[in-house]
């Protein structure tokens, strides 16, 4: 019996010694992580003209906005919030306001403070028709912000909407006044700034050699504590082979999009585990509705609701899916990724006989090649196709073969991005492989699928409209009791599935390669980037390049 | 001779106004335009004022002329993806590309030649035949295939040499001067390695076939009838001759310096102007490509003339002509 308690004792006490071990390695500081991106050039590091998922991982580690958003990703009222760069803020009595107290500690990268007026100069220039960017209709709800003092902006609404305060901290990151005020706002584009930005997060720009590299290192003297990492730095690579030759070589530490046929071949040996992590891409195959040949036109096959859904019905999506993705991919359930999505809206079933049977009724009759016929117009259709794409160019061949089976003929026109988006923005298409990102927000559904969408310039490409969707949804929008928002968000979802505006296909699939030595941390389904600055190397398993420290190297403090 | 290079330099000016109006008129008869990037939130009202802002939303005609004005005036424009002057951007990847594609001439020039005139000088020996069967079994692979094995063997399953990049990218600028250049220097072995074999083995068959040619010939017979010891007939009569065709393949192969080799760019990840060229097209970046059209137009040009004046060195018969 004694032995047995001093074998307990002992495993308890190495287990409190290991524990305190890991405690010590978690807060300890130190390592260099690569990690490689395929394809093209970042957009420029400067939030208002930012385009693209790294320069947004980048910018998300640059700068800071006022309070962050909770784990929960509540968009509605403040709860959930975190402080950053506001260390609290007070609404007024009508909500038409909200005060922000800028955190004293915080400073500019290059050591200057922060101050309320930078928070006033952000909107004026985010708001500002010259400066060219989305933002400006994102928080078109915010009228100004005024500084009260030194740190204390104001922010003025126009109205009140449950999501106000989201709109504004969780979309506007501060930008420096001192070094952007003499820029002009039409020439902030091709500036050096948005190749050096200056801001107040926990990592800080160090240099981009174009076609290389960019770098980030941990910036010491954070008001919110340094980052675990000394460095991080992103390499570019040509493609998405190279890229994993990189991580699978060692050269590289993390690359956010393994295929999945590497993943079985990542065994206990292999050095590169995957780590799995909500995204907020979904893809689908979107139907126009109106005639590409002439827009003011319905289109003569999508414009018939009965027709999309018996589309819809011919498709063996679970089957799809497993082809594509085996055991790994995540069936679309609607306009939303599984992270963010209302998984109990009733979907559109899987029944050929009965798409068959409803082809029938709407006047589409079998011809005599197989293709069914109305008026002497066979049912086929042109389906775009990026060839960037492998998934969705194999997507595309299955429906191709999947549709045929129910007397549909699909012609894959496969094109380069840039060629695609060209014809979804002239709306010169019949149906498209697309994909879009969801938003925590439930205002952010309607330019992609309300009738408010539809029209030059704007996002509905498929130029979906039901008034009856659009009601509820601003309904969901305007309603601040959480519970019958999300009821009139269920009723809009499901009206929406049952129209069949697309066939929802899959949640892209994020799965991340990492060298096993990394830990990440904080990840969140708006980004696998949110706690990078807390990620860590134990200090047992670092390898040379995380022993560097942070002494800058020549050509960084050239630069 | 001054005559002929004033000739062939009006003749320059004239193909390099074609190649840019054509290169012109072509980027932009493709669908889509520098800021048609998939990004849904972004929206076509925002996508308009950019392409105000850099003057895509007037005529073409407009713009074809605002174009060469400014090209006449040395402004090549402003790369939308890579966010520097289009100058920076050549000046910042012309040099990796000539120094990869550079040492791959030279070396591939170097061996090429002696492997041709080893395969025909010992046709009977049993090394001659198998550098024979080794240079035409390289000269038909693949050249991706043989990228990716290369890349596959040395950098995973013997983990010898870098996979990708021109140095290290963390450790590098913290390395010794020697250590920094033996990092460059197995970056290089790879993308080198596999252009020498592929130029090489192109060349081997083109010295051989001319080497083969030249043989026959009354003076190198004369030559042996005059008692000249076999090597001395090759080196100093033949191979003289059989030159003449590689002066023509090192002037085409000149513009090759500039594309690079695209695949080893993009296989290895070496950041030079083949991949940036290859990136720009795809994502429209039009002064970027029209810019690399132009310099790949001006190499063409410059490798041909000075194929012409080698050749006219080389030849007596060209410069009576």
Request: include cysteine; charge should be positive.
């Amino acid at each position: 019996m004694r032995f047995f308690i001093a074998t307990c004792s002992l495993l308890v006490l190495s287990g409190a010694c290991a524990d305190r071990a890991g405690t010590a390695d978690r807060a300890a500081t130190g390592g260099t992580i690569v990690v490689v991106v395929p394809g093209n050039e970042p957009s420029p590091l400067f939030p208002p003209l930012t385009i693209d998922i790294i320069s947004k991982m980048l910018i998300d580690q640059i700068y800071d906005r006022l309070a962050e958003i909770g784990p929960g990703m509540n968009t509605v009222g403040d709860a959930g919030f975190q402080p950053r760069l506001a260390r609290s803020w007070t609404w007024s009595p009508d909500s038409l306001s909200i005060a922000f107290d800028i955190d004293p500690r915080a400073r500019w990268h290059d050591g200057k403070p922060v101050r309320a007026s930078d928070v006033a100069f952000t909107v004026s220039l985010d708001k500002d028709p010259k400066t060219a960017t989305q933002l400006s209709a994102i928080i078109a709800n915010v009228d100004s912000v005024t500084v009260r003092d030194s740190l204390t902006a104001v922010a003025w609404f126009h109205k009140r909407t449950p999501e106000q305060f989201y709109d504004f901290v969780y979309q506007v990151q501060i930008l420096p006044e001192h070094i952007l005020k003499d820029i002009p706002r039409d020439k902030l584009g091709t500036s050096e700034v948005i190749r050096k930005p200056i801001g107040t997060g926990r990592f800080r720009f160090a240099r981009w050699e174009p076609g290389v590299r960019i770098e980030l290192v941990a910036d010491t003297a954070n008001f919110r504590g340094r980052a675990k990492l000394d460095r991080v730095i992103v390499a570019l690579a040509a493609d998405a082979g190279s890229a994993t030759t990189q991580l699978m070589s060692g050269q590289a530490d993390w690359f956010e999009n393994i295929q999945p046929d590497l993943i079985a071949r990542l065994d206990s040996a292999a050095p590169v585990r995957p780590v799995r992590y909500q995204g907020t891409q979904y893809a689908y195959m979107g139907m126009n509705q109106r005639d590409p040949k002439r827009l003011t036109a319905p289109h003569p096959i999508f414009s018939d609701r009965q027709v999309r859904r018996a589309l819809s019905m011919a498709l063996d999506r679970q089957a799809m899916l497993k082809n594509m993705f085996d055991t790994l991919g995540v069936l679309g359930l609607g306009p939303f990724t599984r992270g963010l999505a209302d998984t109990t809206v009733v979907q559109i079933p899987f029944d050929r006989a009965h798409a068959a049977a409803l082809l029938d009724s709407a006047g589409w009759r079998p011809g005599p090649d197989g293709i069914r016929v109305k008026n002497g117009k066979p049912l086929a259709f042109g389906l775009l196709t990026p060839t960037s794409s492998a998934p969705r160019m194999r997507y595309a061949v299955m429906i191709q073969e999947q549709l045929k089976s129910v007397g549909v003929r699909v012609d894959i026109e496969s094109m380069d991005f840039t060629g695609l988006i060209a014809r979804l923005e002239a709306k010169n298409f019949d149906a498209a492989m697309m994909s879009t990102g969801s938003d925590p927000a439930r205002a952010a559904i309607k330019q992609n699928w309300a009738t408010e969408g539809i029209g030059k310039g704007l996002q509905n490409q498929v130029s979906y409209s039901n008034r009856v969707f659009d009601a509820l949804i601003d309904s969901a929008i305007v309603t601040f009791d959480k519970k019958r928002s999300d009821q009139y968000a269920h009723r809009a979802y499901q009206t929406l599935v049952d129209d069949a505006p697309a066939v929802w296909l899959y949640d892209i699939l994020t799965i991340a390669g990492a060298q096993k030595r990394l830990r990440p941390e904080g990840m969140r389904p708006d980004g696998w980037w949110v706690g990078l600055a807390d990620w860590w190397i134990p200090a047992n398993e670092r390898i040379e390049r995380d022993r560097i420290g942070l002494r800058p190297s020549a050509s960084t403090a050239q630069q | 001779m001054r005559r002929f290079v004033a000739v062939r330099l009006l003749h320059a000016i004239v193909v390099l106004f074609l190649v840019t109006t054509i290169a012109f008129f072509l980027i932009h008869l493709a669908p889509g335009d520098p800021f048609s990037f998939e990004n849904a939130s972004i929206s076509s009202e925002v996508r308009n004022q950019w392409r105000a802002q850099f003057g895509y939303d007037r005529p073409l005609l407009e713009q074809y002329v605002r174009y060469l004005a400014s090209v006449a005036q040395g402004k090549l424009g402003y790369s939308h993806s890579m966010h520097v002057p289009v100058v920076e951007a050549l000046a910042l990847r012309l040099p990796r590309t000539l120094l990869l594609m550079g040492l791959a001439l030279i070396l591939s020039f170097a061996i090429g030649i002696r492997l041709g005139v080893f395969e025909v000088r010992y046709w009977s020996t049993r090394k001659a035949r198998a550098s024979n069967a080794a240079s035409l079994l390289v000269y038909s692979l693949p050249d991706f295939w043989l990228a990716l094995m290369l890349l596959l063997i040395f950098g995973y399953w013997l983990p010898i040499l870098p996979t990708g990049g021109m140095q290290d990218l963390v450790l590098h600028d913290y390395m010794t001067p020697s250590q920094a250049a033996w990092d460059r220097i197995k970056h290089m072995v790879l993308p080198l390695t596999t252009l020498t074999l592929l130029l090489g083995a192109a060349i081997t068959r083109y010295q051989r076939a001319s080497l083969l040619e030249v043989l026959p010939s009354d003076f190198v017979r004369t030559a042996r009838a005059k008692g000249v010891d076999e090597s001395r007939v090759i080196r100093r009569h033949a191979l003289r001759n059989a030159l003449l065709p590689m002066i023509t393949l090192a002037g085409l192969a000149l513009p090759a310096l500039i594309g690079g080799a695209l695949f080893v760019e993009r296989v290895y990840s070496w950041p030079g102007m083949g991949l940036m060229v290859f990136t720009a097209i795809g994502v429209r970046d039009y002064p970027l490509v029209l810019a690399s059209v132009i310099a790949g137009a001006v190499l063409v040009v410059v490798g041909n003339v000075l194929a012409d004046i080698g050749y006219a060195l080389a030849d007596p018969r060209v410069r009576v002509h």
